[in-house]
């Protein structure tokens, strides 16, 4: 009963075109062109195991380890890109590549459970709470902050996706981990699928709450005043979830050829690219405006090196890359291959037209980050970037910060170190400012290293002129 | 006692119920939600699955059928299911109804759902959604509610099969304020609820003493107004209390009173523990030889991983301790506060994971003193590995333990990661045992207290006196300081030390309590059992219980309710069970409404 796979299809019906990337590539609309009244978008993008910071850094123009600089990336040729991050060398001018920071909050955390700290302390900034059996938040991640204060109220708030097995990366709040979704066609059903939906639960949600503000408004004559405030309270949220599921089923969204995504998810950039395509077309109908799409690991024939070892990233090659070029490499490339899925994501926006006026790309800002420093579960050098966000970030730069500058002891896969980077905290901080969040902090406003230092993490960026 | 049953149709149809009078006006208690653990075991009870029959999920076998995470509560006093800390977000709406939405798919398995047998009868199914929503409203339904009921279901039926509308259906009473709070309608509302104050009174018990909804036996009761006397109400405590839940649900107080999870989130110190506790870290040279090639530079995280690893099985069994040791303590030996304060006995773990570990080295307790015949064998997982932990009866020396507060959940829950918290401890005993509140500490006093590095040039004891010395500091800190010295023999995992720093240590303080002379102690052995002598110690522990059961702050004008509840407590030497009885039959729980009401 599925329309034939046609996502082509589906982004002409945006207004794409055929040639999308080709499109994509060229810059139809550079950054900063559009900074007016169109609603702002958030893309929260995280990958396993790190990356291996000599193949991921950059040091163009005879820069070197030393001091804190900046360079434009508009200058450098595709050669002198990176290997891991090669692929966006066409997209450089939306790219703020951030070169010094540390985790270095997680490794003051309790003992062990190295990926789930990292990927807890990446996107909420905070401690984790470890119940004995799980690791759970202590605060809300990124992407939620950023969706409390940006969503539309008859909207979804936010859409957490992952592709194959990503991690949880986001929370609500304490303790509050929110289920990412992987099934493409469950996705499409969450965003479009209320009238296209199989699942009467789902389709009769809104009789289902229909009900309850019905057996709400019967039970509150009995209640005392405070009571009745209370449930109020509580009730007034249902009204809101329903008006959100009414609003999502009234919205006008051009979703004909859309149906067809569910069936495109044979392999893992195929499963990207039906997420990457969902979250376009969610933004284009403003049906949401923040999204997470938390990355699984890649087989390695997606990153070409199935035929060095076959099996998994993860012990394969992630625990190796100190022992073993091959393995470095091998992990280089896995960088690579998430850096091209972000090309494509970004190409994706950049060629649908905005409602409000230029590309949706002009009105995104992406993060990518990942759970670790690098593969061997090392804090130390922890490799981000941002993409988009030119209202706000200085877009089309290299930013680098000397390590060394932040006297937390972290133990990397070369020993322990004394003194590391910059917390990412502060990385936090800069992408909800920029997303219009008035905070100085996200998460922990300070910690104390184990010799008593205080260390600040409010505020973003320092400048690296 | 009642002499007929009115059959079940009846009842909910608002026909049946005999009111016999109410002796005691139940009064209305301010609306609570039921708690993430409340839910889940109402679910169960609602059902009837066993834990380990639950059916997989129809659609995603990975998400798990039982339980489902709900959004917390907000700890107050560290307790869940206070009013004050019960608020709603748009996560919580959102999740409720999906949590709704997955149970139903469920209901028409549920060995408890039918009514009848016919289920293929449109009249079966809407019987039976009735008596659902009878059984998790936890009351008669009104007129109204009936009504409303049917006339939903009708509609889900006239567009689904019957299991899909009945599956609507559980959606729907599940999503309704009826099932999500408990919700009394208070007395004014007996026209069209007879017997409210009984159906209340059933799940004021039965939350109360099981966490979870009432069992068939309060229902009949509340069906014939047996629940309107407080000779009926201590009746149906007595008999709950020797049910199975009753334990889980005081192990469940005990574990958010000692907030023993807390342990979980510590984070000791590799170098100065891991050595000393882990037999098969104490030369981490020759593990590391052993587990990975010779110079492996990547040794260092093995090294942690494996410590991680026995750390998980050492918490687990320290939690898993605390709480057999109070189930074992209440029910089954003395029974009393003073035992849960003196009583030197606990239960050593031994863990088989990646790491193996035993809490037998911390304690430094010797085999003979390990109890090998009643030994507990639990399973337990990580979410990667699987442990299993072997509990042993363990007789600790008399002179080194003494209770709840010298093992190790306690201990090392209120530690840095390489020295103890004098502080957190003591702040701990007098905010939780004698609540005695301390406020949080001023902007500042973190970084003003010393480093928690291996390098200390003098005791633990001396560098904390040091850094509290100035007058603002000793403002607070000269009533916290001496009751955490009381623990200066335990380091941050709860082991025994004779020295710190290589200087003898000295535990020796004083604790002056509200109303009483100053008492001296040498030790937390001594302290522990000076402090099972204290009226102020029992007194707190009541009222903690009290506002417990209440889901609520206590108001100033309760107070001679709750002194009775004291002196009723102090009379029995502390017996914790007569304690639930007391609370029950207590005006404050018979009556409930607040004299004042809090408004938020």
Same mark, same amino acid.
């Given at each position: 009963?599925?329309?034939?796979?046609?996502?082509?299809?589906?982004?002409?019906?945006?207004?794409?075109?055929?040639?999308?990337?080709?499109?994509?590539?060229?810059?139809?609309?550079?950054?900063?062109?559009?900074?007016?009244?169109?609603?702002?978008?958030?893309?929260?993008?995280?990958?396993?195991?790190?990356?291996?910071?000599?193949?991921?850094?950059?040091?163009?123009?005879? @820069?070197?380890?030393?001091?804190?600089?900046?360079?434009?990336?508009?200058?450098?040729?595709?050669?002198?890109?990176?290997?891991?991050?090669?692929?966006?060398?066409?997209?450089?001018?939306?790219?703020?590549?951030?070169?010094?920071?540390?985790?270095?909050?997680?490794?003051?955390?309790?003992?062990? &459970?190295?990926?789930?700290?990292?990927?807890?302390?990446?996107?909420?900034?905070?401690?984790?709470?470890?119940?004995?059996?799980?690791?759970?938040?202590?605060?809300?991640?990124?992407?939620?902050?950023?969706?409390?204060?940006?969503? @539309?109220?008859?909207?979804?708030?936010?859409?957490?996706?992952?592709?194959?097995?990503?991690?949880?990366?986001?929370?609500?709040?304490?303790?509050?981990?929110?289920?990412?979704?992987?099934?493409?066609?469950?996705?499409?059903?969450?965003?479009?699928?209320?009238?296209?939906?199989?699942?009467?639960?789902?389709?009769?949600?809104?009789?289902?709450?229909?009900?309850?503000?019905?057996?709400?408004?019967?039970?509150?004559? &009995?209640? @005392?005043?405070?009571?009745?405030?209370?449930?109020?309270?509580?009730?007034?949220?249902? @009204?809101?979830?329903?008006?959100?599921?009414?609003?999502?089923?009234?919205?006008?969204?051009?979703?004909?050829?859309?149906?067809?995504?569910?069936?495109?998810?044979?392999?893992?950039?195929?499963?990207?690219?039906?997420?990457?395509?969902?979250?376009?077309?969610?933004?284009?109908?403003?049906?949401?405006?923040?999204?997470?799409?938390?990355?699984?690991?890649?087989?390695?024939?997606?990153?070409?090196?199935?035929?060095?070892?076959?099996?998994?990233?993860?012990?394969?090659?992630?625990?190796?890359?100190?022992?073993?070029?091959?393995?470095?490499?091998?992990?280089?490339?896995?960088?690579?291959?998430?850096?091209?899925?972000?090309?494509?994501?970004?190409?994706?926006?950049?060629?649908?037209?905005?409602?409000?006026?230029?590309?949706?790309?002009?009105?995104?800002?992406?993060?990518?980050?990942?759970?670790?420093?690098?593969?061997?579960?090392?804090?130390?050098?922890?490799?981000?970037?941002?993409?988009?966000?030119?209202?706000?970030?200085?877009?089309?730069?290299?930013?680098?910060?000397?390590?060394?500058?932040?006297?937390?002891?972290?133990?990397?896969?070369?020993?322990?170190?004394?003194?590391?980077?910059?917390?990412?905290?502060?990385?936090?901080?800069?992408?909800?400012?920029?997303?219009?969040?008035?905070?100085?902090?996200?998460?922990?406003?300070?910690?104390?290293?184990?010799?008593?230092?205080?260390?600040?993490?409010?505020?973003?960026?320092?400048?690296?002129? | 006692?009642?002499?007929?049953?009115?059959?079940?149709?009846?009842?909910?149809?608002?026909?049946?119920?005999?009111?016999?009078?109410?002796?005691?006006?139940?009064?209305?208690?301010?609306?609570?939600?039921?708690?993430?653990?409340?839910?889940?075991?109402?679910?169960?009870?609602?059902?009837?699955?066993?834990?380990?029959?639950?059916?997989?999920?129809?659609?995603?076998?990975?998400?798990?059928?039982?339980?489902?995470?709900?959004?917390?509560?907000?700890?107050?006093?560290?307790?869940?299911?206070?009013?004050?800390?019960?608020?709603?977000?748009?996560?919580?709406?959102?999740?409720?109804?999906?949590?709704?939405?997955?149970?139903?798919?469920?209901?028409?398995?549920?060995?408890?759902?039918?009514?009848?047998?016919?289920?293929?009868?449109?009249?079966?199914?809407?019987?039976?959604?009735?008596?659902?929503?009878?059984?998790?409203?936890?009351?008669?339904?009104?007129?109204?509610?009936?009504?409303?009921?049917?006339?939903?279901?009708?509609?889900?039926?006239?567009?689904?099969?019957?299991?899909?509308?009945?599956?609507?259906?559980?959606?729907?009473?599940?999503?309704?304020?009826?099932?999500?709070?408990?919700?009394?309608?208070?007395?004014?509302?007996?026209?069209?609820?007879?017997?409210?104050?009984?159906?209340?009174?059933?799940?004021?018990?039965?939350?109360?003493?099981?966490?979870?909804?009432?069992?068939?036996?309060?229902?009949?009761?509340?069906?014939?107004?047996?629940?309107?006397?407080?000779?009926?109400?201590?009746?149906?405590?007595?008999?709950?209390?020797?049910?199975?839940?009753?334990?889980?649900?005081?192990?469940?107080?005990?574990?958010?009173?000692?907030?023993?999870?807390?342990?979980?989130?510590?984070?000791?110190?590799?170098?100065?523990?891991?050595?000393?506790?882990?037999?098969?870290?104490?030369?981490?040279?020759?593990?590391?030889?052993?587990?990975?090639?010779?110079?492996?530079?990547?040794?260092?995280?093995?090294?942690?991983?494996?410590?991680?690893?026995?750390?998980?099985?050492?918490?687990?069994?320290?939690?898993?301790?605390?709480?057999?040791?109070?189930?074992?303590?209440?029910?089954?030996?003395?029974?009393?506060?003073?035992?849960?304060?003196?009583?030197?006995?606990?239960?050593?773990?031994?863990?088989?994971?990646?790491?193996?570990?035993?809490?037998?080295?911390?304690?430094?307790?010797?085999?003979?003193?390990?109890?090998?015949?009643?030994?507990?064998?639990?399973?337990?997982?990580?979410?990667?590995?699987?442990?299993?932990?072997?509990?042993?009866?363990?007789?600790?020396?008399?002179?080194?333990?003494?209770?709840?507060?010298?093992?190790?959940?306690?201990?090392?829950?209120?530690?840095?990661?390489?020295?103890?918290?004098?502080?957190?401890?003591?702040?701990?005993?007098?905010?939780?045992?004698?609540?005695?509140?301390?406020?949080?500490?001023?902007?500042?006093?973190?970084?003003?207290?010393?480093?928690?590095?291996?390098?200390?040039?003098?005791?633990?004891?001396?560098?904390?006196?040091?850094?509290?010395?100035?007058?603002?500091?000793?403002?607070?800190?000269?009533?916290?300081?001496?009751?955490?010295?009381?623990?200066?023999?335990?380091?941050?995992?709860?082991?025994?030390?004779?020295?710190?720093?290589?200087?003898?240590?000295?535990?020796?303080?004083?604790?002056?309590?509200?109303?009483?002379?100053?008492?001296?102690?040498?030790?937390?052995?001594?302290?522990?059992?000076?402090?099972?002598?204290?009226?102020?110690?029992?007194?707190?522990?009541?009222?903690?219980?009290?506002?417990?059961?209440?889901?609520?702050?206590?108001?100033?004008?309760?107070?001679?309710?709750?002194?009775?509840?004291?002196?009723?407590?102090?009379?029995?030497?502390?017996?914790?069970?007569?304690?639930?009885?007391?609370?029950?039959?207590?005006?404050?729980?018979?009556?409930?409404?607040?004299?004042?009401?809090?408004?938020?």
């Amino acid at each position: 009963m599925m329309s034939p796979v046609n996502r082509r299809q589906f982004l002409s019906a945006l207004g794409a075109g055929a040639g999308a990337s080709a499109v994509a590539t060229t810059g139809l609309w550079g950054p900063r062109a559009w900074a007016g009244t169109a609603p702002k978008r958030f893309i929260l993008l995280s990958s396993g195991h790190g990356t291996v910071y000599d193949y991921w850094k950059m040091r163009p123009r005879g @820069r070197t380890d030393r001091g804190d600089w900046s360079e434009d990336l508009m200058g450098l040729s595709q050669d002198a890109f990176s290997r891991a991050l090669a692929p966006l060398h066409p997209y450089r001018s939306r790219l703020q590549i951030l070169d010094g920071l540390s985790m270095a909050t997680a490794e003051l955390d309790i003992s062990g &459970y190295r990926h789930e700290k990292g990927w807890l302390h990446a996107w909420t900034g905070d401690w984790v709470h470890f119940t004995g059996a799980d690791l759970f938040s202590t605060g809300p991640s990124l992407d939620q902050i950023v969706a409390g204060a940006i969503a @539309r109220p008859d909207r979804l708030p936010s859409l957490e996706l992952q592709v194959e097995e990503g991690r949880p990366i986001c929370h609500a709040g304490h303790s509050q981990q929110l289920p990412l979704e992987g099934d493409p066609r469950a996705a499409f059903d969450r965003v479009f699928g209320l009238l296209n939906s199989t699942d009467p639960l789902l389709q009769a949600q809104g009789s289902i709450l229909d009900f309850a503000i019905e057996e709400y408004k019967g039970l509150r004559g &009995y209640l @005392r005043p405070a009571d009745r405030a209370r449930l109020a309270a509580h009730f007034d949220l249902v @009204r809101q979830l329903e008006q959100r599921l009414v609003g999502l089923s009234e919205a006008t969204c051009d979703t004909g050829s859309l149906l067809g995504l569910a069936g495109t998810s044979e392999g893992y950039d195929a499963l990207f690219q039906s997420m990457a395509d969902l979250v376009a077309a969610a933004f284009s109908c403003d049906l949401t405006r923040v999204a997470t799409l938390s990355l699984g690991d890649l087989p390695s024939d997606d990153f070409g090196w199935g035929w060095y070892l076959s099996g998994d990233a993860h012990n394969d090659f992630a625990h190796r890359i100190f022992q073993d070029d091959a393995s470095a490499q091998a992990m280089s490339d896995y960088t690579a291959a998430h850096a091209a899925q972000l090309a494509y994501l970004i190409g994706l926006l950049e060629s649908i037209p905005d409602p409000e006026g230029g590309s949706l790309m002009d009105h995104t800002l992406i993060a990518w980050g990942s759970e670790l420093g690098d593969g061997w579960h090392g804090y130390d050098r922890w490799c981000a970037l941002t993409a988009g966000g030119g209202w706000h970030l200085d877009t089309g730069t290299y930013r680098h910060w000397e390590f060394g500058g932040t006297p937390i002891a972290l133990l990397t896969g070369r020993g322990r170190i004394e003194r590391c980077g910059l917390p990412h905290q502060h990385m936090l901080v800069d992408i909800a400012q920029a997303m219009g969040v008035g905070v100085d902090h996200i998460g922990l406003d300070h910690v104390r290293s184990k010799a008593g230092a205080t260390i600040d993490l409010t505020g973003g960026l320092p400048a690296t002129a | 006692m009642p002499t007929r049953r009115p059959s079940a149709l009846l009842l909910l149809l608002g026909l049946g119920a005999c009111s016999d009078g109410v002796a005691t006006p139940a009064g209305q208690a301010p609306l609570r939600r039921l708690t993430p653990t409340e839910y889940n075991r109402t679910i169960s009870d609602l059902y009837g699955f066993g834990t380990e029959d639950w059916p997989e999920h129809p659609e995603d076998e990975d998400l798990g059928s039982f339980p489902q995470t709900l959004p917390p509560d907000i700890r107050i006093h560290g307790f869940e299911g206070m009013l004050e800390g019960q608020v709603a977000s748009p996560y919580l709406a959102e999740r409720y109804a999906n949590v709704a939405r997955h149970y139903a798919r469920f209901a028409p398995e549920a060995p408890r759902f039918w009514a009848c047998t016919d289920r293929d009868e449109a009249a079966c199914a809407e019987q039976s959604v009735l008596r659902f929503a009878h059984r998790a409203w936890r009351r008669q339904l009104t007129p109204d509610e009936v009504k409303r009921l049917t006339t939903a279901h009708q509609g889900f039926a006239a567009n689904h099969g019957v299991e899909t509308a009945v599956q609507l259906s559980v959606a729907a009473i599940l999503s309704a304020p009826q099932f999500l709070y408990l919700a009394e309608l208070g007395d004014s509302a007996t026209v069209d609820a007879p017997g409210a104050s009984d159906w209340a009174m059933a799940s004021r018990l039965s939350y109360f003493l099981w966490d979870s909804m009432p069992d068939a036996e309060l229902f009949e009761r509340a069906a014939f107004g047996g629940l309107s006397t407080p000779g009926a109400v201590e009746e149906q405590a007595r008999r709950m209390l020797a049910e199975d839940r009753a334990r889980e649900a005081v192990v469940h107080f005990h574990r958010q009173w000692l907030d023993l999870e807390s342990v979980y989130s510590t984070r000791p110190d590799f170098e100065a523990y891991a050595t000393r506790y882990v037999t098969e870290l104490s030369d981490p040279e020759a593990w590391a030889e052993e587990a990975n090639e010779p110079d492996d530079p990547f040794a260092d995280q093995d090294l942690e991983e494996a410590w991680s690893g026995a750390l998980v099985g050492i918490r687990a069994g320290m939690v898993r301790e605390a709480e057999l040791f109070v189930e074992r303590t209440v029910f089954d030996g003395a029974g009393t506060l003073e035992a849960l304060l003196t009583d030197h006995h606990g239960y050593v773990t031994e863990v088989q994971g990646i790491t193996s570990a035993s809490t037998a080295v911390i304690y430094g307790v010797q085999p003979d003193q390990v109890h090998d015949s009643h030994r507990i064998t639990e399973q337990f997982t990580d979410g990667n590995i699987d442990y299993e932990l072997v509990l042993r009866p363990a007789t600790y020396p008399a002179d080194q333990r003494a209770g709840l507060l010298t093992q190790g959940a306690v201990l090392a829950s209120h530690a840095h990661p390489v020295h103890p918290a004098p502080v957190l401890r003591g702040k701990f005993v007098l905010e939780q045992l004698t609540c005695t509140g301390m406020g949080q500490p001023p902007d500042g006093a973190e970084a003003a207290a010393p480093p928690d590095t291996l390098d200390a040039q003098s005791t633990n004891r001396e560098r904390l006196a040091a850094a509290t010395g100035d007058p603002i500091c000793a403002a607070c800190h000269d009533t916290l300081n001496p009751v955490g010295f009381a623990f200066e023999h335990y380091d941050s995992m709860g082991g025994w030390r004779d020295t710190d720093n290589g200087s003898p240590v000295d535990a020796s303080g004083q604790i002056q309590l509200w109303g009483a002379d100053p008492i001296a102690f040498n030790d937390a052995v001594e302290l522990s059992r000076a402090l099972a002598g204290q009226r102020r110690v029992y007194d707190c522990y009541a009222e903690n219980w009290t506002r417990y059961a209440l889901g609520r702050e206590l108001r100033p004008t309760e107070e001679p309710d709750l002194v009775a509840i004291q002196d009723a407590f102090w009379a029995t030497r502390g017996d914790v069970q007569e304690l639930l009885v007391s609370i029950v039959t207590s005006p404050l729980f018979l009556t409930q409404t607040p004299s004042e009401t809090p408004e938020n």
